[in-house]
């Protein structure tokens, strides 16, 4: 087997290129303010160190890289690159970081910093020498050998979707695993930008006030954001005592990813405060049905997938955010979480989106066998 042909099947190349774009996001977010203030760009390399440091810049920095580079070394040793996959792999992150501290010199609210960069590329670094570490070791072949025995030969998107999952629930979320609540804001931009104009009135604004959800309809819908990954996953996961362990590594995950958030919005102490009787129902609902179809075919998990996000989407997208939800907000857009306050709120409106566009792929494609014939 070539290695063009693992390429093909790997989710590390696909993973690299959206871990690349989150950190374009989160060095160059809020985007505003673009100009020139004169001078050389690249000043800051031979400036002094900065006087002023926080340990969570150091750390962010540093490991804000290590997936980057642990990621495209992978990509890049799959796609046949071989012992030059390394140095590529080192080369690319620290070029990518150069550019961004370069372009910051264009944002008021961003200082270029040579400690930056240097903690950047040493986190690159740190992520290339855990992959060679780890391909040394045979790891990253019992790896592939692994997802070979559990997976369907065509589960790399659905990995990625999965792997995303956990990320986007840390934004704060008006209803627990609700994602893809963005109607509110797409309704405020589409209107400042057809202001004045005739398609104004081309827009479905709601006349009346939302009515807040019910606490039956939040049950559905954390039942329905349970169950969405639950059958992505099962879709690509064909033996029932497999889809068992995937169930509860997916439960697991995201009890943890949203007491996390809640922990860093509200503080420790609050960590579980989200779970009330709606978010326990909703819960118990989706293990009941994860559980009763553990024998589902894959065809009838991605459309399952497919129901599960448009009843989600249409329930969430009709109802008005919590009041909770702006008091979440005004944590997350200040102080530490601010360069992640765009990044986490995109891949939490957006993962929905993408799941039901993988979804209306998978379903309208012929079969192994159908595909031979034709």
């Known amino acids: 087997m070539t290695g063009r042909a693992v390429a093909s099947r790997s989710s590390a190349i696909p993973l690299s290129l959206l871990f690349a774009a989150l950190v374009v996001y989160a060095s160059l977010y809020p985007f505003e303010g673009w100009r020139w203030s004169g001078g050389q760009v690249w000043a800051f390399l031979s400036a002094p160190l900065p006087r002023y440091w926080t340990k969570f810049d150091v750390s962010a920095n540093l490991v804000g890289y290590v997936p980057l580079g642990f990621l495209a070394a992978l990509g890049l040793l799959r796609s046949g690159w071989g012992r030059w996959a390394w140095w590529f792999a080192v080369l690319l992150p620290a070029m990518l970081s150069l550019s961004l501290e ?185 293990a009941l049905v994860a559980l009763a179809t553990l024998r589902l075919p894959p065809r009838a998990c991605h459309v399952s997938l497919l129901l599960a996000l448009a009843v989600s989407l249409s329930l969430l997208n009709r109802a008005p955010v919590s009041a909770y939800f702006d008091q979440s907000l005004n944590v997350w857009e200040q102080g530490r979480f601010i360069r992640f306050h765009g990044l986490s709120q995109w891949l939490g409106w957006l993962w929905p989106f993408a799941a039901l566009m993988y979804a209306v792929r998978a379903v309208t494609r012929l079969p192994a066998g159908r595909q031979a014939d034709h």
Do not use: K
């Not at 109607?183 to 807040?212: C, G, H, I, N, R």
């Not at 889809?243 to 102490?269: C, I, K, N, Q, W």
């Open 102 to 286: 370069t372009l910051q010199n264009f944002l008021p609210m961003r200082v270029p910093s040579n400690l930056d960069l240097g903690l950047n590329i040493a986190g690159g670094v740190l992520g290339v020498c855990l992959a060679w570490f780890l391909e040394r070791l045979g790891v990253m072949r019992q790896w592939t050998q692994f997802r070979r025995n559990w997976f369907a030969p065509q589960a790399h998107g659905s990995l990625v979707l999965l792997a995303l999952w956990p990320f986007a629930l840390l934004y704060p979320l008006s209803v627990p695993f609700g994602l893809g609540q963005a109607w509110e804001q797409l309704e405020e931009v589409l209107s400042s930008l057809l202001v004045d104009t005739p398609f104004l009135v081309w827009l479905p604004l709601q006349s009346e006030a939302a009515v807040p959800l019910s606490p039956l309809a939040q049950a559905l819908c954390v039942a329905l954001g349970l169950l969405a990954p639950l059958m992505l996953g099962y879709a690509d996961v064909h033996a029932p005592s497999r889809r068992l362990v995937l169930l509860v590594a997916l439960l697991l995950s995201a009890l943890g990813a949203a007491g996390f958030s809640a922990a860093m919005t509200y503080g420790p102490d609050h960590a579980w405060a989200w779970v009330d009787m709606p978010a326990l129902l909703g819960m118990a609902v989706a």
